[in-house]
Every structure is written in structure tokens, then in C-alpha cells.
């Protein structure tokens, strides 16, 4: 790892004055304008695909995402260099962002056209998207659970950078298979080759099943990571080593 290098110090500096920001100045909106919000939502705007990457719901999740980037980025910045680095690493948000909404999409024009064949009309929709309140009687085609993910997809919105560190993860781990990572859960360390393709799955078994803690944007993990493989094993299939 060794000292911190010029893009991972700026994007870290950038991430923390865009966490400062929206606590002290409230006014601004920032938080809400700089989210990733679902595309029919009136608060959505396109540019939020590349924004969301630097915000962030809290301490504790800026502080891993940077700790991270600093961890796991210092390397690949040393061995890419800055030009290249900085566009792996806005690529996996980006991607992690549009993948992300797209499962969103999908998962919501399910539960859409569910209701539309039970004869809801879409200002009826719009209704319970706005409100939160239905017909009971909707339950006996579509369950609450449903309903309930089916509301939280349009008010929800996405931050973090979490879809890029898991780009910046998978790139670590394929070029440097072998590197011993010292995790507090685990008693002994464990190579990453092992370490990131597990916790990888764990992401796609808790998107698919819904079994998450609390509100984690699993795709959005998924999503950084597939570009992120992409582009890190392209470059290391045609040894691409350095933009100047």
C-alpha cells in the first residue's frame, strides 16, 4: 500500500467534502439532488448516474468505502497509473449505477403490470406510489412484501461509492491473487482470490433472495463488480499498463 497516491487522495477528498456538505448546509439539497433516484421518480436526473458515487448515507459507510479505496485502490493506482485508475474507477460507478437501476426497473414494471392486469388504472398506481395507502383487496393478487418493495424502489434513492470499490476489489484481486487480507471476523487471513470472489456471492444471494440487512444496494455491488472485471481483465489480457 505504502503512502497514498494523487487520485486516490483527491477522490477521498471529494467524498468527504460532499459528506461535510449537505450537514452544514442543509439548504443546498445536495443529498437529494446528487442521489441516484428511480428514473420515473420526478426527483431523477441523469447526471445522478456519476453523483451518487460520491455520496453517502453515513459515517460508517463513507468510512469503509474510503478505507476501501485507500486499501484497495493505493496499489492499482501504482501500477496503472492516475489517467487509467481514474477511469476504471468512475466506469464501475457508472456501470454499478445503470446496472443497479435497470434490475430496479425490472423488479418495478413487474409489480406495474400485476396491477394494471388487475384493473388499476395508472393514476390509481400513481395514487399508492405517492400515498403508500392501497385497497386491501389488492393483497389477494399481490403480496404485501411486494407492494412494500414496489413503493421503497420509487422513493429510495441510491449513494455511494460502493459499486466502484467492488470494481476496485475484483481489479485487486486479479492482479494480485495471492495477497493476504487480515479481516476482523475471520480469525486467520485469507487470500484474496478466496475473499473476494465469497463475498461477491454473498452479494448476489442476498439480491436475489432479499434476505439484506438493512438497505444495501446489493446490484449496485454487482454491477461495479462485472465492469470492473471487464476492464481489469482486459487490460491484463493485452498488458495495457499505463495512460500518461
Given at each position: ?5 494523487e487520485?486516490?487522495?483527491h ?54 468505502n474510503?478505507?476501501g ?11 496503472w497509473g ?11 460507478g457508472?456501470g ?47 403480496s ?7 413503493f ?16 476496485i ?6 492482479s494480485?491473487?495471492?495477497?493476504k487480507?487480515?479481516?476482523?471476523f475471520?480469525p ?23 434476505y ?33
Amino acid at each position: 500500500m505504502g503512502r497514498i497516491t494523487e487520485a486516490v487522495k483527491h477522490l477521498i477528498l471529494i467524498n468527504i467534502l460532499l459528506f461535510i456538505a449537505p450537514q452544514f448546509i442543509p439548504a443546498l439539497g445536495l443529498q437529494s439532488l446528487f442521489a441516484l433516484h428511480f428514473p420515473e421518480s420526478p426527483e431523477f436526473g441523469v447526471w445522478q448516474f456519476a453523483t451518487h458515487m460520491f455520496m453517502h448515507g453515513g459515517f460508517s459507510h463513507i468510512l469503509f468505502n474510503m478505507y476501501g479505496l485507500w486499501a484497495f485502490g493505493t496499489p492499482l493506482e501504482q501500477m496503472w497509473g492516475k489517467n487509467k485508475f481514474l477511469f476504471f474507477y468512475l466506469s464501475a460507478g457508472l456501470g454499478a449505477g445503470v446496472i443497479y437501476t435497470l434490475v430496479n426497473y425490472y423488479q418495478f414494471n413487474g409489480v406495474y403490470e400485476e396491477l394494471i392486469k388487475i384493473g388499476l388504472s395508472s393514476n390509481e398506481i400513481q395514487n399508492i406510489l405517492n400515498t403508500g395507502s392501497y385497497n386491501s383487496q389488492i393483497l389477494e393478487h399481490i403480496s404485501e412484501a411486494n407492494l412494500s418493495d414496489f413503493f421503497a424502489t420509487y422513493h429510495t434513492p441510491a449513494v455511494g461509492a460502493s459499486g466502484a470499490i467492488y470494481g476496485i476489489l475484483v481489479a485487486f484481486g486479479l492482479s494480485f491473487p495471492n495477497s493476504k487480507l487480515a479481516l476482523i471476523f475471520l480469525p486467520v487471513p485469507i487470500a484474496a482470490k478466496y475473499f473476494i470472489p465469497a463475498i461477491i456471492l454473498g452479494d448476489l444471494f442476498f439480491g436475489v433472495t432479499k434476505y439484506s440487512i438493512g438497505n444495501v444496494a446489493h446490484f449496485a455491488h454487482i454491477g461495479g463488480a462485472l465492469i470492473g472485471f471487464i476492464i481489469a481483465w482486459y487490460w491484463k489480457q493485452n498488458q495495457f499498463k499505463r495512460w500518461n
